[in-house]
């Protein structure tokens, strides 16, 4: 295998070199490696280290006794990077025989041998025998295969991404029902549509285990879904937990929305706005995506340590923090194309909304859109003010 050097944060790596002109080779080549998801794991190395830190106050451990599994590692950049940068006790695996060499060679690099350990075999296996604090499953595409083994595994964290973004968002949407037990819609908040359902999908993993989940930081970025969730066995919690799980019913016409809580639950049919007939998302999760103090918590460590993508880190995480917790947001070009006027700057129409009495930010979804409870109503009624 031909390598190249990388460094991320202060850890380097030996990884496939890939012609730059062909992106699609990445998931082809021996031992998987995508640059582009640097900010992903600068993130999970700032969250990650700010919920060890956490564990071990509340724990009394010393921050090395808590561990973290990388369960499908590849070049090992996302396990070794915790190693070295938030100096917990850390599992890498591959059931890739070149990916492991390559971990080996990658733990010499950065002296991580003697801390590290690493082992070559299918990580469900591993997560079905091994319980670990935290829990990171990082696969090419659906995360879905493992979730039953990492969910039995977790005890305080778990760490998911999904790539598999069209099944998630419902732009393929049979993918999206086999894989997530659920109905997703391609629809204006589509990124945001992903999330619930991978999160959805999770909860109900969980709860097979008795297991609840609280969204500690979810994020939506170009091709991938990251969510890290806070674990708590206790059927108690986790029948708490569920109450979580829903349906959002959508009108394609007017773009209204309504939000139903329940799993066996009845949903009217027509849009409650102008009638049309609705169309029925989920089941998926409709409670926070983020908590407010893990998000400064997440801020804290990203302005500690050397990170190649602090900036964008920072503006992503602070702009999670401020979203208001409501289940989807509204696209202000759609609407304002709708209503025949043209795009005012955000920072107004927030502004507006918050003068009429409603509450209402930015999203990390979309540059262009705004959460706000409002309804679509008092949203038309703000909108054409700007007449
Ligand atoms: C997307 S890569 C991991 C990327 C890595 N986490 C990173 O941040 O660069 C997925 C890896 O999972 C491995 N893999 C796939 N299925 C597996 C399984 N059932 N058990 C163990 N490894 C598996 C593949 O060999 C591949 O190296
Ligand atoms: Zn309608």
Excluded at 257 to 284: Q, T
């Amino acid at each position: 295998m031909n390598t190249r050097t990388i460094l991320e944060g202060c850890t380097q790596a030996l990884v496939p070199v890939v012609p730059e002109d062909q992106p699609l080779s990445i998931s082809s080549a021996s031992v998987f490696y995508n640059s582009q998801m640097e900010l992903n794991r600068d993130i999970s190395v700032a969250a990650i280290a700010a919920y060890s830190e956490l564990i071990a106050s509340r724990k009394q451990l010393a921050l090395s006794n808590v561990t973290y599994v990388d369960a499908l590692s590849a070049s090992g950049i996302r396990g070794l990077r915790i190693a070295k940068e938030v100096g917990i006790n850390v599992t890498l695996n591959d059931w890739s025989e070149e990916a492991y060499d390559l971990i080996k060679k990658n733990a010499e690099l950065n002296q991580l041998t003697e801390k590290v350990r690493i082992c070559l075999g299918n990580a469900n296996v591993l997560l079905h025998k091994e319980r670990y604090n935290i829990v990171d499953i990082d696969p090419f595409g659906s995360p879905t295969t493992y979730l039953d083994a990492a969910c039995n595994s977790a005890i305080n964290m778990l760490a998911v991404t999904a790539t598999d973004t069209a099944p998630l968002c419902g732009a393929h949407l049979n993918s999206g029902i086999r894989k997530y037990d659920a109905v997703p819609l391609n629809v204006e908040y589509h990124s945001e549509m992903g999330v619930r359902i991978l999160l959805g999908r999770i909860a109900r993993d969980l709860a097979r285990h008795e297991k609840a989940m609280n969204p500690l930081f979810c994020h939506a970025t170009r091709h991938y879904v990251r969510a890290y969730l806070e674990v708590n066995k206790s059927a108690k919690n986790t029948d708490k937990c569920l109450k979580n799980i829903g349906f959002i019913a959508h009108c394609t016409k007017c773009s209204g929305r309504s939000v139903h809580y329940g799993l066996a639950v009845s949903i009217p049919e027509k849009c409650e706005i102008c009638g049309n007939k609705a169309s029925i998302a989920g089941p998926l999760w409709l409670g926070p995506l983020h908590y407010k103090d893990f998000c400064d918590s997440i801020l804290v460590q990203l302005n500690k340590k050397e990170f190649g993508k602090k900036e964008h880190s920072v503006k992503l995480v602070e702009l999670c923090k401020n979203e208001l917790d409501v289940p989807t947001f509204y696209d202000q070009h759609l609407l304002s194309k709708k209503l025949g006027i043209s795009a005012i700057p955000m920072e107004e129409l927030l502004k507006e909304l918050v003068t009429s009495g409603f509450e209402a930010s930015r999203t990390h979804f979309s540059g262009t859109s705004f959460k706000t409870n409002a309804g679509l109503e008092g949203i038309l009624d703000t909108l054409r003010r700007f007449r």
